[in-house]
């Protein structure tokens, strides 16, 4: 049984459009929230992590907004570009060093 | 720069062999991860240990063993493969009370026969 829940499995969005990618969990344990991003061929690499006690954070065109009382969290890409595109995967941990519970993943493809 | 390293990208093994699976890594990390990932499922967590010799079971451990001899090193043990453990492998590793998170290899796609 999946802890973290992820959607949408796949997404198309056009070169400049805005990627929203969703995930919900139940464990209140969870206290780091990661988003990781991964090539064809690579590992997964980290891409930005927010804790709970923020309701959002933005490093360049990658934001997380954190909703608590609702226990969800979202990816937001703005001006998506062709090289975004990979699969997304939101995970949660107790640590941010710890043991990370991982959503299915988002493919996403920006066309051009 | 940071490195997790996997000892083989692909591997083809026959069912009922034992199959080894290395990961190192050079950043004295304490903590060290083995997933397994598969699409529609994300990444699973078999096995992780946060010290030297030390383990601990993860969400789908059935099927393998681990070990854990020196800090830099963590293997995953298939002790008799079967088909149904072809999978992409993931070995992350990550240092305690900081805020980093983990860094991933690049995986070992191993498919039995």
């Known amino acids: 049984q999946q802890q973290v829940k992820q959607s949408p499995q796949s997404l198309i969005v056009q070169k400049g459009g805005i990627s929203i990618i969703n995930c919900a969990y139940e464990?209140?344990?969870?206290?780091?929230f990661p988003w990781y991003q991964q090539f064809p061929g690579k590992g997964p690499a980290l891409l930005i992590a927010?804790?709970?006690?923020?309701s959002e954070k933005k490093e360049g065109r990658f934001t997380i907004s954190f909703n608590k009382s609702a226990k969800q969290f979202s990816l937001h890409i703005m001006d998506s570009q062709p090289g975004d595109s990979a699969t997304y995967f939101c995970?949660?941990?107790?640590?941010?060093?710890?043991?990370?519970?991982f959503g299915a993943g988002t493919q996403v493809v920006v066309t051009p | 720069d940071v490195k997790v390293t996997q000892s083989s990208r692909y591997l083809v093994k026959r069912t009922g062999e034992k199959v080894f699976l290395e990961c190192v890594q050079d950043?004295?990390?304490?903590?060290m991860f083995w997933y397994r990932q598969d699409p529609g499922l994300g990444l699973r967590l078999i096995y992780f240990?946060?010290?030297?010799?030390?383990?601990e079971k993860g969400d789908i451990p059935e099927g393998y063993s681990v070990s854990r001899e020196k800090k830099e090193r963590f293997s995953l043990i298939l002790e008799s493969a079967s088909t149904n453990q072809t999978s992409m492998y993931l070995c992350?590793?990550?240092?305690?009370?900081?805020?980093?998170?983990?860094?991933f290899g690049q995986g070992t796609r191993l498919t039995v026969v």
């Open positions: 992350a590793s990550s240092h305690l009370g900081q805020e980093e998170g983990a860094f």
């Open positions: 464990n209140t344990a969870f206290d780091y």
């Open positions: 927010i804790r709970p006690d923020v």
């Open positions: 995970a949660a941990s107790p640590y941010s060093w710890g043991k990370l519970q």
């Open positions: 950043m004295d990390h304490e903590n």
């Open positions: 240990s946060y010290d030297v010799k030390m383990k």
